[in-house]
């Protein structure tokens, strides 16, 4: 897949994920005519607001992890398609760059 490709999909699910009310997602800028991403000489951008973040410290952290990450899969689960062929083959190339 394409870097171009790769950032149409993801721009399009940042747009299911907000049309679903998904409340954890950084805000992302959009240019005057609506888009998520531009391109400059050949190379896909976006940009979004900066999130100030800070490490897990407590089980209730872990929690609201926990809560935010089912909250996000149970949004997906109807209207993107499984990633779990994508995921897969990424993981292979995790272990060979390992």
Known sequence: MTTREQITRL???????????YPHLPNWLV??????WVSHNGRPYYMTDWVEGSGIQSEEDYENLGRALATLHNNCKDSLPSMSRYTYKQTKLFKLQD
């Open 11 to 21: 721009s399009s699910y940042i747009q299911k994920l907000k049309e679903s009310g």
């Open 31 to 36: 240019t005057k005519s609506g888009q998520y």
